[in-house]
T-cell receptor, first 113, second 117 residues
Framework: KQEVTQIPAALSVPEGENLVLNCSFT??????LQWFRQDPGKGLTSLLL?????REQTSGRLNASLDKSSGRSTLYIAASQPGDSATYLC????????????FGAGTRLAVHP | DARVTQTPRHKVTEMGQEVTMRCQPI?????VFWYRQTMMQGLELLAY????????DSGMPKDRFSAEMPDATLATLKIQPSEPRDSAVYFC???????????????FGPGTRLLVL
């Protein structure tokens, strides 16, 4: 059974810092891995999707890396802003015939001015 | 701007009452997912539908929960009878047919926040 762990559970930083959020998963037989953002009281928004054959994916100030063999993914946030404050969730796609996502507990990020 | 809608957004009910949550997937999406989010368990998949057929409901307590898609524009999740431990946020998500294409993501609704007293 796939288990996903995200470290740290919470992070509070001043604006402008570069951040690293970590995700580890126990079963490396994944199709892809996604990073989502969740704002308080809202649903999830997909940020980045990395295919199992890729090493990294970039979107603006966000960069996600994937080391499938070691069961790890990292989300880098450059030059953090208060608007980045949210919970970030990692979700490997277990496949098994459909787009089955297994979510970590998330990293709660607070960026203060 | 296509989006998944869910109703109601908030529901407070008493133990033993029936609760029905509704979801309208994005037009053209033929996969629908129901998730439950709690502080203790995080996000858990309850059920998965493809072309209105339930293909995986292994995460759903069968004795009190049921999920259906009466038509392509409506998915429902019903709890009968409800219990305090069912208090959680229930999310619906939809997506295009995965069909082995690995780039597809899921689009989440805003959730239904359920409190069972």
């Amino acid at each position: 059974k796939q288990e996903v762990t995200q470290i740290p559970a919470a992070l509070s930083v001043p604006e402008g810092e570069n951040l690293v959020l970590n995700c580890s998963f126990t079963d490396s037989a994944i199709y892809n891995l996604q990073w989502f953002r969740q704002d308080p009281g809202k649903g999830l928004t997909s940020l980045l999707l990395i295919q199992s054959s890729q090493r990294e994916q970039t979107s603006g100030r966000l960069n996600a890396s994937l080391d499938k063999s070691s069961g790890r993914s990292t989300l880098y946030i450059a030059a953090s802003q208060p608007g980045d404050s949210a919970t970030y969730l990692c979700a490997p796609n277990d496949g098994g015939g459909y787009n089955k996502l297994i979510f970590g507990a998330g990293t709660r990020l607070a960026v203060h001015p | 701007d296509a989006r998944v809608t869910q109703t109601p957004r908030h529901k407070v009910t008493e133990m033993g009452q029936e609760v029905t949550m509704r979801c309208q997937p994005i037009l053209g999406h033929n996969t629908v997912f129901w998730y439950r989010q709690t502080m203790m368990q995080g996000l858990e998949l309850l059920a998965y539908f493809r072309n209105r057929a339930p293909l995986d409901d292994s995460g759903m307590p069968k004795d009190r929960f049921s999920a259906e898609m009466p038509d392509a524009t409506l998915a429902t999740l019903k709890i009968q009878p409800s219990e305090p431990r069912d208090s959680a946020v229930y999310f619906c998500a939809s997506g295009p047919d995965w069909g082995g294409v690995k780039e597809e993501t899921q689009y989440f609704g805003p959730g239904t926040r359920l409190l069972v007293l």
